[in-house]
């Protein structure tokens, strides 16, 4: 969980330029910042668990589970207060 004043610097540091980020959905670095912001005030209590890490050549693969509450409206849907678990898995190629 991200308990900073300094949020948007840490996102922009994660998807600056000189990284290889590959998103399904192809957004743009500010796109995912405003993404990542919104998500964490929407759900401030989440907790991320990292499940797995496995390295292969140039990709790392991290699976993982995010466990949160939905206490701020989000993307229209009104705070429900339910717990939510949200399972992904993400593959980093480093060049």
């Known amino acids: 969980m991200y308990e900073n004043e300094n949020e948007k610097d840490i996102y ?10 590959e998103d399904e959905e192809d957004e743009e670095e500010e796109q995912n910042i405003e993404i990542a912001l919104q998500t964490h005030q929407t759900f401030p209590d989440t907790a991320y668990e990292i499940k797995d890490i496995v390295a292969v050549d140039d990709k790392v693969i991290v699976r993982g589970v995010d466990l949160a509450t ?17 399972s992904w898995l993400s593959i980093f190629r480093f060049e």
Do not use: N
């Open 12 to 21: 922009e540091e994660v998807f600056e330029d000189e990284e290889v980020f």
């Open 70 to 86: 939905h206490t701020q409206e989000f993307r229209g849907i009104p705070p429900t207060g339910k717990k939510l678990e949200v």
